[in-house]
Antibody, heavy 117, light 113 residues
């Protein structure tokens, strides 16, 4: 059974930092591009970042460029998102998701990040 | 960036009736070299992550009931639920994966009338 389990979401003050993790199982992790997608409370879906299967290629939505860093450890079937200089508008449920062709085949349950003073 | 729009924002359909959701992209998501539309549909029920329904605009994901179908090409797409069931109450999103940033439509909420 495919599983993606996110962790690391907490309440953090504006300007703070946070590292999210996503543990993958049930599929060949290094066959897949991995993504972070977020959803603000009561709002729609927003793609945040991707990392290629080998970690050599990354991409970000403009609003997080220079603040967030995506990484992966294929030896541990894990995906990460380092989030710095957090803003209130980063408050959201963060999902990790996997893809081979760009559409998101598998999704985790999400981890909630709240940026508030 | 490719802007995705959906219509209607919400709709209520009687059980067993057809539900139709439209999605439009601000530029074509049809890749000419392989003649594929880089357009997908997701279903999201309350408290759950999105679930993949349709990819390449019209290919149904394994296990998705055949009452769900996708159509369209270029910039205009449609998700159809041929006979609405109670378990289909959800928000439906289209998304383009033609190039980054991957973008989603704002969602269409489907309810029972």
């Amino acid at each position: 059974e495919v599983q993606l389990v996110e962790s690391g979401g907490v309440v953090v003050q504006p300007g703070g930092s946070l590292r999210l993790s996503c543990a993958a199982s049930g599929f060949t992790f290094d066959d897949y591009t991995m993504h972070w997608v977020r959803q603000a409370p009561g709002k729609g879906l927003e793609w945040v970042s991707l990392i290629s299967w080998d970690g050599d290629s990354t991409d970000y939505t403009d609003s997080v460029k220079g603040r967030f860093t995506i990484s992966r450890d294929n030896s541990k079937n894990s995906l990460f998102l380092q989030m710095n200089s957090l803003r209130t508008e980063d408050t959201a449920l963060y999902y990790c998701a996997s893809s081979r062709w760009g559409y998101f085949e598998y999704w985790g349950q999400g981890t909630l990040v709240t940026v508030s003073s | 960036d490719i802007v995705m729009t959906q219509s209607p924002d919400s709709l209520a359909v009687s059980l067993g009736e057809r539900a139709t959701i439209n999605c439009k992209s601000s530029q074509s998501v049809l890749y000419s070299s392989n003649n594929k539309n880089y357009l997908t549909w997701y279903q999201q029920k309350p408290g759950q992550p999105p679930k993949l329904l349709i990819y390449w605009a019209s290919t149904r994901e394994s296990g998705v009931p055949d009452r769900f179908s996708g159509s369209g090409s270029g910039t205009d797409f449609t998700l159809t639920i041929s006979s609405l069931q109670a378990e289909d109450v959800a928000v439906y999103y289209c998304q383009q994966y033609y190039y980054t940033p991957f973008t989603f439509g704002p969602g269409t909420k489907v309810d029972i009338k």
